[in-house]
């Protein structure tokens, strides 16, 4: 009895030995290679930033030049690997008569192998506070901070964040989720498969949303806020509801109102539609929103 006790105890200790060998030898092994430019002019239109499989963090600073800090990084089980395969991602930091270009790649040059390592970049990217950004991303996310000029988006299966920007927004942005605080300026969004949610934002915001839910609460400081909406519920909260004017239809859901304001909807039977039309006042800002199939809820956190 003693011998199979024994024996089987070291058959447990081997197996296990086994197991954690494999485990040791799956563990991945992370190459980092990094490029640290300066682009001293500045130039008209800024910079345009051409991510894949990329995260791309552009941040205002008060310096009169541009800084690029570019991580390139391979990892896989096998360091020998990860180290050949590192020089697959290819990068080119280009100069135009108006404009810098940021880029990247994945390719094999020597012999066109599939790649077996899992390849991205990391931009770190530093701009005077006024500077042009454009950002073109897939497959990774965007983070843009302090940034107060012109300011260009186009994500595809990326994530959004959006922190102090005083200026224009002009984003095109799919299947991601999207956050912003403190937006001023004026804002115009084409958002399509992608939640989102804003907060604490003023100036002119315009938003052309499908399959997507949207979660907004602008500041009194808001100028207008123009929501077209398919497929998707909009969640809209304020201060009090007085501080804005609204036009407000929802074509075969409802309107979800605080119960003391909830009289104000009006249902059109033949059109399968709920409005809320409100004017509380000339000086006030005008909050329109469309939305179709779902619904819209407005809260007011101090009513």
């Known amino acids: 009895m003693n011998i199979l006790r024994k024996f089987v105890c070291c058959l447990l200790l081997v197996i296990t030995c086994q197991i954690l060998l494999a485990q040791e030898r799956q563990k991945l092994q992370v190459v980092t290679k ?38 390139l990084i391979s990892k896989h089980p096998n360091k020998k690997v990860a180290v050949e395969e590192l020089e697959y991602i290819q990068y080119a930091i280009s100069k135009t008569e108006h ?16 790649i077996r ?14 500077q042009s950004v454009t950002v073109n991303n897939e497959y990774g996310s965007i983070d843009l901070l302090n940034l107060y000029g012109q300011i260009k988006i186009d994500g595809n299966f990326c994530d959004v964040n959006m922190e102090r920007l005083f200026g224009t927004v002009m984003a095109k942005l799919s299947y991601g989720e999207i956050t912003g605080n403190h937006i001023d300026g004026r804002t115009n969004m084409q958002v399509t498969r992608s939640n989102m ?25 808001l100028k207008s806020l123009d929501v077209k909406s398919r497929h998707g519920k909009v969640n809209l909260t304020v201060n009090r509801l007085d501080a804005f004017n609204y036009n407000v239809s929802v074509n075969g859901s409802y309107i979800d109102l605080p119960e003391a304001q909830s009289d104000k909807v009006k249902l059109n039977d033949l059109e399968n539609s709920y409005s809320f039309k409100v004017e509380n006042g000339l000086s006030k800002a005008h909050i329109n929103i469309n939305n179709l199939l779902f619904p819209v809820k407005i809260v007011a956190k101090n009513d």
Do not use: C, H
Request: aromatic share 10%.
């Open 34 to 71: 990094t490029i640290e430019k300066d682009l001293r002019d500045v130039l008209d239109s800024g910079i345009l930033i051409k991510g894949r499989k990329a995260e791309v963090t552009v941040t205002g600073w008060d310096k009169e030049y541009i800084r690029v800090e570019m991580d």
């Open 197 to 221: 949610k804003l907060i604490d934002f003023a100036g002119e915001m315009r938003i052309d949303n499908e399959y997507g839910n949207i979660e907004i609460s602008p500041s009194t400081l």
């Open 99 to 114: 404009q810098y270009v940021l880029r990247n790649m994945f390719y094999s040059v020597a012999n066109k192998t599939k």
């Open 117 to 130: 390592s899992s390849l991205s970049v990391k931009y770190r990217i530093y701009v005077p506070l006024s």
